[in-house]
């Protein structure tokens, strides 16, 4: 790469408020006494498929849900987060379940593109939500480091939102019939501001389900690549219903309305 990249997204900007309200899941987490995940963690969650007596990295691990969750299955979890009020977060989150029979946890604070561990050390990488937070240079240098410490036979998951191709194509016309319809007050016209408006702070490069495949290999990884979106549990009038179901299942139409992407890889 040349010329002169961009800064990163400044981790004051990642609050105690932001990790409370802009995502998701915390307080049924709490609860449940670490037993539910959000939607958007679990469904990303069980493709890693974690067992007991592995070792697991959550890159930008957050609130700390992940590796609470992937230590009481047994497995000894490490996470590490940017933002110093993730750490702090993370850590309470360990501490209310340290009487669980589980296995070793770590927090460490640390640079996405600087991993503080030792090659070939963890059986599974996860990356939610996090690649849509860092610039391409970022999310490139941040893939070679996950593909440093991972074993050989281990696994990356990721999961990221939204699809960019939904904000930049699609949600252009979905707001405009929102708008005819007399909800345009709930679609801003930057998509970034959409359902959470802090993201227009911290997004900086969403994927697409080709540009992270592209990434991917780039970086040395294969793998799948696939969209998903969230469940509507909308009560639509058939006809609308019909054109949901088309754009969300048939081909161009899913490349652009799926809203979410996931990825599980393999080194190369």
Not at 39 to 67: H, N, Q, S, W
Not at 90 to 115: C, I, M, P, W, Y
Not at 162 to 173: E, G, Q, T
Request: with cysteine.
């Amino acid at each position: 790469m040349t010329g002169k990249q961009p800064a990163p997204v400044a981790q004051e900007l990642y609050t105690e408020d932001y990790f409370l309200s802009a995502c998701e899941g915390y307080e049924d987490f709490l609860s449940s006494d670490g037993e539910n995940l959000s939607r958007r963690l679990k469904a990303a969650f069980e493709l890693a498929v974690v067992e007991p007596g592995m070792k697991v990295l959550d890159v930008a691990c957050g609130r700390g849900e992940i590796v609470r969750h992937c230590a009481r299955l047994g497995a000894d979890a490490y996470g590490f987060d940017y933002a110093q009020a993730a750490i702090r977060l993370a850590h309470d989150v360990l501490a209310r379940g340290q009487d669980e029979n589980s296995g070793a946890t770590g927090l460490v604070r640390a640079d996405a593109k600087f991993f503080p561990f030792p090659d070939q050390t963890f059986d599974r990488v996860l990356m939610f939500d996090i690649v849509e937070h860092l610039h391409p240079w970022e999310m490139h240098a941040s893939l070679l480091e996950v593909r440093r410490v991972l074993k050989d036979d281990g696994r990356l998951v990721i999961h990221t939102a939204p699809n960019i191709w939904y904000d930049r194509y699609a949600y252009p016309v979905v707001r405009q019939i929102r708008r005819l319809m007399g909800q345009g007050a709930n679609y801003p016209a930057d998509p970034r501001r959409f359902l959470v408006e802090h993201n227009q702070d911290v997004h900086v490069n969403e994927q697409s389900l080709f540009g992270l495949r592209r990434a991917l290999r780039q970086a040395g990884f294969n793998g799948q690549v696939w969209l998903d979106s969230p469940p509507q549990h909308r009560q639509e009038a058939a006809v609308l219903a019909a054109t949901r179901y088309i754009l969300f299942r048939w081909p161009p139409f899913r490349w652009f309305f799926e809203r979410e992407v996931f990825a599980v890889a393999r080194k190369l």
